[in-house]
């Protein structure tokens, strides 16, 4: 499985723009990049994915590079529910459906003060 | 998004006995379901990928015999924890996805297991 490199933690203030970076130097071709985030005692959540574009929904956006060798999720407004440890993971979509799996890194542990 | 449900979310049960841990998808059909395993301040740790009605596929390290997984219909899998010992305790998450075009993986809220 490709791997992702994720900080341990980060800090932010409520109201407040998020970056948080990840690198994936060894990507391949076929791997799209998905954020999920775990918030206390509970299951992972989705957050976004993306292939080459940039991508934006409800909750946050995706910035990748060029060579795809990173990415940043961002938060544009922080509240304190978005304290949470948010996951890089990398999807090969050339596997067949079955075979498929999510293989989750570390994280970054959010931490988010009013 | 998708609803994928666990039953029970927190159990106890005695070293030496066999817990059962069902995860069912509520609202879409879940060709493939996932079972991780997560200690404290650590990550998620694959244990196995269940393709419905197919056997499933342990990751290196996890013991079928133990822990015993069922994927008998596109709604439901179970796992089942045999023998259990303290060592076994810890937060079990299964998560699920459909197939065809479907792309998202969902996950359950999980379950604690506690072995005393």
């Known amino acids: 499985d490709a791997k992702t490199t994720q900080p341990n933690s980060m800090e932010s203030n409520e109201e407040e723009p998020v970056h948080l970076p990840c690198n994936h130097s060894?990507?391949?071709?076929?791997?799209?990049i998905h954020w999920y985030r775990q918030l206390p005692s509970q299951g992972p959540e989705y957050v976004i994915h993306?292939?080459?574009s940039n991508v934006n929904n409800r909750m946050a956006s995706l910035a990748i590079a060029e060579d795809r060798k990173s990415s940043t999720l961002i938060l544009h407004r922080a509240t304190l529910r978005d304290a949470a440890v948010y996951y890089c993971?990398?999807?090969?979509?050339?596997?067949?459906?079955?075979?498929?799996?999510?293989?989750f890194g570390q994280g970054t542990r959010l931490t988010i003060n009013p | 998004g998708a609803v994928v449900s666990q039953h029970p979310s927190r159990v106890i049960c005695k070293s030496g006995t066999s817990v059962k841990i069902e995860c069912r998808s509520l609202d879409f059909q879940a060709t493939t379901m996932f079972w991780y395993r997560q200690f404290p301040k650590q990550s998620l740790m694959l244990m196995a990928t269940s393709n419905e009605g197919s056997k499933a596929t342990y990751e290196q390290g996890v013991e079928k015999d133990k822990f015993l997984i069922n994927h008998a219909s596109l709604t439901l899998s179970t796992l089942t924890v045999t023998s259990a010992h303290p060592e076994d305790s810890s937060f079990y998450i299964c998560s699920a996805r459909g197939g065809g075009l479907s792309y998202e993986q969902y996950f359950g809220p999980g379950t604690r297991l506690t072995v005393t």
């Open positions: 993971i990398l999807r090969d979509l050339a596997e067949a459906q079955g075979a498929q799996k999510l293989v």
């Open positions: 993306g292939l080459t």
């Open positions: 060894t990507i391949s071709g076929t791997d799209y």
